[in-house]
């Protein structure tokens, strides 16, 4: 059978873009609001645009907070898109204070001033330590952003790509079974593509 690649669909967009990526890298994406289909994934994607409280509104309302943090739980491979990165901190600061799925400690806090908010096009990420998720990505690839928060987590270790927007941001976090990034790799061309590649490689 093959495996069972799971997108989180808690009625947030984008999710036709990350499932033609996962189709293109060679997978069939099941894209699922039916919490029991966490259960039983071999792999996890939970994508997202928008706000955090609608997001944490959206993943109660859909009964999908603790199967994620389950799923996560059980060491299987995970990857957050953009607020899906954003999600798994403590507490976003978007509009108030939202707790989080508090998987990894931090907090998301805007991006600051003197610069074009939302952060939005090409950049690059400059990667901080190796990583299976960076294989054959050269350093400094350019990848597409759309946001106006950032996550800030307390453990430095777990910072594996940066990016330079007026602060230098945790672009890619990783942490045993976790991947996530702010940018968007299905909206982010070959280099995109070869992340999902290499997030799924191991299945």
Known sequence: MPPKVVIVDYGAG?????SRAVAHVGH?????ADPADVDTADAL???GVGAAADTMRNLRESRMVEPVRAYIASGRPFFGVC??????????EEGGEHECLGIIPGRVKRLPGGQKVPHMGWNQVRQEREHPIFRDIPDESYFYFVHSYYPEPED???VIGLTEYGVAFASVLA???IVATQFHPEK???????MY??????L
């Open 197 to 202: 590649a290499n997030f799924l490689a191991a």
């Open 156 to 158: 430095p270790s777990v």
């Open 45 to 47: 994607i939970v994508p």
């Open 14 to 18: 984008n999710l036709r873009s990350v």
């Open 175 to 177: 942490r045993d079974n």
């Open 28 to 32: 069939e994406p099941c894209v699922t």
């Open 188 to 194: 982010s061309g070959e280099m995109g593509l070869q």
């Open 83 to 92: 607020m899906g990165q954003q999600a798994l901190l403590s507490v976003s």
